[in-house]
């Protein structure tokens, strides 16, 4: 509190004049509180008509088979699973952003990590509609619980990666919810407390009669901590486990043990660029550029630039491992993602995830909110080639040159990668609307200490070293939301 | 006698609430609880509250997930119906890590959560028991009991002094009810 003051030198986490506890509620409820305005019902209309094709194009997969999709005996996984893994990927960056930091005591985070946590768990459900239609059966999902029949009882295949999958995106999925909502209680207690009739009772009931008393609040600190804790190994796992699903195959091109940390990388440099694809637009459209400020997106974007380094470093081990096991069709899978007829994916993946992301050392493009935005776009797109590629192209041609194919996609692929994301969106946009983007509570923990005015207040008291209040200064300039006239005079 | 059941001290300032607790605590008046927007640390402290306890239910439901799980893939993989993968050992543990792995923390998730809420009373559809509506908003409240804490002038003083923007002398505990 007052006593402890944080250094100067530190880059204000919240921005604004004369903000209060109040105004913090307001700022954050009012797309709740009130009617959407015309984007919200634009995106909206948008993403349910993406939602809509994909019931079409799923429930035609699931009437006629996967015959619908352009699948053949030489490549047996295609879209589907590089979607899969794309959005579980996505999905990384949430957990990230609310356990990782956390237990960093990284406070940036703290007006990310909802709709960070929301983002995950949309994209791990889209995640999970790529495993249900890819059974073919979904009527059969049951398959993979180890539950007693009267085959003997034959049991599930516990040797099998697959199935370790079901158990880590299953776990993944619960445990996000768990996280995720528990943080919620507090700020759906908020919406509770001021609204009245009918909405009122809606959210008495979804806040669990949550009161804020001492109690309440010192149990819900430690079971963020814990859930803090086991979530981030959690979300390692996941990952790992996904990439177990290629690595223990005998396919040039999976066959790796680079497999574990390279996707783990991925997978957090995929979710940063979605969460900023979504935040910069959702920091406009709410009126948020208070609480999520040019740090947090600086500070995503050096994520970004780590995490793609790390995965450019890995696409070199794969390349120099390639060549130094002396395996002819380890080296071919890896000379055909250039040479070969998918040479065009190939550069995708590498162009989109290593060379574009290194102009992120420029912090010029790093606090570019437009270029921000491009290079996330640029990021996905890239980390979903980097997924066909190694499924589609490993697959294609592997031992037997007489079996060689080429994958064609279906309008059903299509429809289905494309319905995905509005579903994506669509569960996005209602959730903006119905609960707060940005954890109320924990964003009013920055007030007194790492707000713009509260700097602003101990700059005006005197007392501090001249030197690093110009310091402060000059890392102001970068912010959108400060005005830089105010500080002209002290 | 008057009817006011609970005095509540409303700050907009978590630094005057302490100050609030610091002044009822000297002059030995006993503090009903205190709700607050948002976690304030140190208060817990002040008003001897001890640490919980979940850390011990976490660890409790995490060894017990991962026993569930471990005993499971024994009985069906290695005791009632062994296959036999090339003459491997049906008893490979390492394939047994990441399951085990998962449950525990499954486990320790669910469990610690459920005895939160249990502990805390929170479930949904719960009737909440508010005190003042802007507790979750923009005030500090602390609640004294009226019952014993005579005279109420003096406790109300006290808060003032502290800098509460507010007391309140509420005739019924909850105003959350309709």
């Known amino acids: 509190m007052a006593s402890h003051n944080e250094s100067i030198i530190r880059e204000p986490l919240m921005t604004g004049k004369d903000i209060t506890y109040a105004q913090i509620t307001n700022d954050i409820l009012l797309p709740v509180e009130n009617k959407p305005n015309k984007a919200w019902w634009i995106g909206f209309t948008v993403a349910s008509l993406g939602s809509l094709l994909w019931v079409v194009a799923i429930s035609y997969t699931f009437w006629f088979g996967l015959g619908a999709w352009g699948l053949n005996k030489t490549i047996g996984w295609a879209w589907d699973i590089t979607g899969f893994v794309w959005w579980v990927g996505i999905g990384h960056a949430g957990t990230l952003i609310s356990a990782v930091l956390l237990l960093f005591r990284q406070n940036w985070r703290n007006s990310i990590n909802r709709s960070a946590e929301a983002m995950t768990i949309f994209a791990?459900?889209?995640?999970?509609?790529?495993?249900?239609?890819?059974?073919?059966?979904?009527?059969?999902?049951?398959?993979?619980?180890?539950?007693?029949?009267?085959?003997?009882?034959?049991?599930?295949?516990?040797?099998?990666?697959?199935?370790?999958?079901?158990?880590?995106?299953?776990t993944y999925f619960s445990v996000s919810l768990l996280f995720w909502y528990t943080g919620l209680l507090p700020d759906i207690a908020a919406i509770r407390d001021r609204a009245t009739g009918l909405r009122r009772r809606i959210y008495s009931i979804m806040s669990f009669g949550w009161t804020g008393s001492l109690k309440t609040w010192q149990r819900f600190e430690t079971v963020s901590l814990i859930l803090a804790g086991i979530a981030t190994p959690l979300v390692l796992s996941v990952h790992t486990i996904v990439s177990f699903d290629f690595a223990t195959s005998l396919v040039p091109g999976w066959h790796t043990t680079i497999f574990p940390p390279y996707f783990v990388a991925g997978a957090i440099f995929s979710g940063f660029a979605m969460v900023q694809t979504l935040l910069l637009v959702t920091r406009k459209v709410l009126g948020l550029e208070n609480y999520i400020t040019m740090f947090h997106i600086e500070s995503m974007n050096k994520i970004i630039l780590l995490t793609g380094s790390i995965v450019g470093v890995a696409y070199l081990t794969e390349f120099f491992i390639a060549w130094y096991s002396g395996s002819e069709y380890e080296q071919y899978t890896?000379?055909?993602?250039?040479?070969?007829?998918?040479?065009?994916?190939?550069?995708?993946?590498?162009?989109?995830?290593?060379?574009?992301?290194?102009?992120?050392?420029?912090?010029?493009?790093?606090?570019?909110?437009?270029?921000?935005?491009?290079?996330?776009?640029?990021?996905n797109i890239g980390m979903w080639f980097e997924r066909f590629v190694i499924i589609v192209t490993s697959l294609h041609r592997d031992y037997i040159p007489s079996s060689w194919a080429m994958f064609y996609p279906t309008w059903v692929d299509v429809s289905v990668f494309i319905g995905s994301i509005g579903i994506f969106f669509t569960m996005f946009l209602l959730f903006i609307r119905v609960l707060p983007s940005v954890a109320i509570a924990e964003v009013k923990l920055l007030l007194k200490s790492s707000s713009e005015q509260a700097k602003k207040k101990l700059i005006d008291e005197g007392h501090l070293e001249p030197a690093e209040v110009q310091y402060y200064k000059e890392s102001l300039t970068k912010y959108d939301s400060v005005d830089m006239a105010d500080y002209e005079k002290v | 006698m008057s009817n006011t059941k609970f005095i509540l001290g409303l700050f907009d300032d978590p630094d005057d609430m302490m100050q609030g607790i610091d002044n009822l605590q000297k002059n030995s008046i006993p503090i009903y609880d205190v709700y607050t927007p948002m976690p304030i640390h140190g208060i817990e402290a002040k008003m001897g509250v001890k640490d919980s306890r979940l850390g011990y239910a976490a660890f409790c439901f995490g060894c017990l997930g991962g026993t569930v799980i471990f005993s499971m893939i024994y009985y069906m993989l290695v005791h009632d119906w062994p296959m036999n993968v090339g003459g491997k050992p049906s008893f490979a543990i390492p394939n047994f890590v990441p399951f085990t792995f998962e449950w525990t923390i499954l486990f320790t998730a669910f469990g610690m959560t459920i005895t939160f809420f249990a502990a805390t009373h929170l479930f949904p559809g719960r009737a909440p028991r508010v005190m003042d509506l802007r507790a979750t908003d923009d005030r500090f409240v602390i609640a004294v009991s009226a019952k014993g804490n005579v005279p109420h002038e003096d406790i109300t003083n006290l808060l003032k002094q502290a800098g509460a923007v507010e007391v309140k002398h509420n005739e019924r505990k909850y105003v959350s009810y309709e």
Do not use: E
């Not at chain 1, 889209?126 to 059974?135: G, L």
């Not at chain 1, 059969?140 to 599930?156: K, R």
């Open chain 1, 334 to 379: 890896f000379l055909n993602r250039f040479i070969g007829p998918y040479w065009w994916a190939g550069c995708m993946m590498y162009g989109c995830n290593v060379i574009m992301t290194q102009v992120m050392w420029f912090k010029k493009v790093r606090t570019n909110i437009a270029l921000s935005w491009g290079f996330s776009i640029i990021v």
């Open chain 1, 124 to 170: 791990v459900i889209c995640a999970a509609t790529y495993i249900v239609a890819h059974m073919g059966r979904p009527w059969l999902a049951y398959f993979t619980l180890p539950l007693p029949n009267q085959y003997g009882s034959l049991w599930v295949n516990w040797n099998s990666a697959l199935m370790m999958d079901v158990f880590a995106i299953s």
